[in-house]
């Protein structure tokens, strides 16, 4: 039987002005990602702008939407902070129109940092645009030194999908993020959060989305793989 196609949503990276050798953006996926579905029983392939969304998302079992840039917050209808980085609003557009179309053609979908923002965001949830502004904040969430380690712990609902794949209440997560979701999209429930209250996964319908990295945890160890596991799995029972 043929592995379950997951299309990977390109992020963009601009190109740096100090680059000599390439005056170009590109449309890339960091290799984390594509070896945590190949580990997980998946074949990843690139999901790239186009015109033809809906041929695009056709092709695949399933999607993730990766870690990236912040989100432009006029799509949930905020000013812009001094404390939102940059953002491309037509990376921000193509996500969200891959998402809904990969809801009209029921495909499961999991979504990682930036990917958890969006979906939130696609559902019409709002985000801190950084998680300094959420005056209950006590964690330090955005800890790059530690990418691949656990960083704090999270607390995960009993009976979730969530819960279900790391099989305890609490778990040690990486976090590489400094914006969080504010209020939660229509159709999605928070199953896990940190001891302060930050909101780190949601569920929904065929969703899962984490706003820490277990793609850079699953380069270490195999605990973060279930999450991956259940994505694949997804896809392949939704053919």
């Not at 065929?206 to 997804?234: C, G, N, Y």
Request: proline share 4%; aromatic share 6%; glycine share 8%.
């Amino acid at each position: 039987m043929k592995k379950p196609v997951i299309g990977l949503v390109a992020a963009l990276l601009p190109y740096p002005e100090s680059d000599s050798a390439f005056h170009c953006d590109r449309q890339y996926a960091n290799d984390t990602y594509c070896q945590s579905i190949v580990r997980a029983g998946g074949n990843p392939i690139l999901i790239l702008p186009t015109e033809d969304i809906s041929g695009s998302v056709s092709l695949v079992d399933g999607l993730l939407f990766m870690g990236g840039h912040d989100i432009d917050p006029s799509l949930y209808n905020e000013e812009r902070s001094e404390l939102c980085k940059k953002s491309v609003l037509s990376e921000d557009r193509f996500q969200l129109d891959v998402f809904y179309e990969a809801q009209r053609q029921k495909k499961p979908i999991l979504g990682i940092c930036r990917g958890h923002q969006l979906i939130n965001i696609a559902l019409g949830g709002t985000l801190y645009q950084d998680y300094r502004l959420r005056k209950e904040t006590e964690v330090d969430h955005l800890v790059e030194s530690q990418y691949d380690l656990a960083s704090h712990e999270i607390i995960i609902r009993e009976g979730s999908t969530l819960h279900s794949l790391m099989g305890r209440t609490k778990v040690g997560v990486n976090s590489l993020h400094h914006q969080t979701v504010k209020t939660v999209g229509k159709g999605l429930e928070v199953t896990a959060w940190t001891e302060d209250g930050s909101i780190e996964a949601l569920e929904g319908k065929d969703i899962l989305t984490v706003q820490f990295h277990p793609e850079s945890m699953v380069a270490r160890s195999d605990e973060m793989l279930p999450l991956f596991t259940w994505l694949v799995e997804k896809s392949t029972s939704s053919r």
